[in-house]
């Protein structure tokens, strides 16, 4: 059954949940949290996006942000993911 159709609307904070694939460790370390974070400025800059707050744990990401135009947040955060 395929995925429901998400609904992207413009200036409104959204809460992301980004998971390790198999609950594996996203950030093992504080080098590899400050780079996922500047991989994450780098990339939502572009898009408009602004980074208001986050969680980084070991096996999960959290960020909060408000993007002018929601539509090209999720492959901007596919790319953050595949780095």
């Known amino acids: 059954m395929p995925r429901r ?3 992207h609307v413009d200036d409104l904070p959204l809460y992301i949940l980004e998971r390790g694939h198999d609950r594996a460790a996203c950030c093992s ?12 400025r780098e990339t939502l800059a572009p898009e408009y996006c602004r980074l208001h707050a986050w969680v980084l744990m070991t096996h999960q990401v959290h960020p909060l942000l ?4 929601a539509e090209p947040v999720p ?9």
Request: avoid cysteine; glycine fraction near 8%.
């Open 5 to 7: 159709t998400r609904i």
């Open 29 to 40: 370390d504080d080098q590899d949290r400050l780079a996922y974070l500047g991989w994450l």
């Open 66 to 69: 408000t993007a002018e135009r």
């Open 75 to 83: 492959q901007a955060l596919i790319s953050v993911g595949r780095l």
